[in-house]
């Protein structure tokens, strides 16, 4: 590695460190989860996969009849 490189690379991670420290919060907030927010998170996931599934099939049947 040339050492030009290696000098950026550490200006780069004394610059960013200290950043990424004061931008983070001084305390930890663990969020709740309720038992029925996976179900939800579950319904979401199915219908978004759902939803782009149709979207796919309606851009290929365009596709097909353009020919």
Same mark, same amino acid.
């Given at each position: 590695?040339?050492?030009?490189?290696?000098?950026?690379?550490?200006? $780069?991670?004394? %610059?960013?460190?200290?950043?990424?420290? =004061?931008?983070?919060? /001084?305390?930890?907030? #663990?969020?709740?989860?309720?038992?029925?927010?996976? $179900?939800?998170? %579950?319904?979401?996931?199915?219908?978004? =996969?759902?939803?782009? /599934?149709?979207?796919? #099939?309606?851009?290929?049947?365009?596709?097909?009849? $353009?020919?």
């Amino acid at each position: 590695m040339p050492f030009a490189f290696r000098i950026k690379l550490l200006f $780069s991670g004394c %610059v960013f460190l200290p950043l990424l420290i =004061l931008c983070l919060p /001084g305390t930890a907030h #663990a969020g709740y989860l309720d038992p029925g927010s996976g $179900s939800i998170l %579950v319904q979401s996931i199915i219908a978004f =996969l759902a939803f782009f /599934g149709r979207i796919a #099939a309606r851009v290929k049947s365009i596709c097909r009849f $353009s020919r």
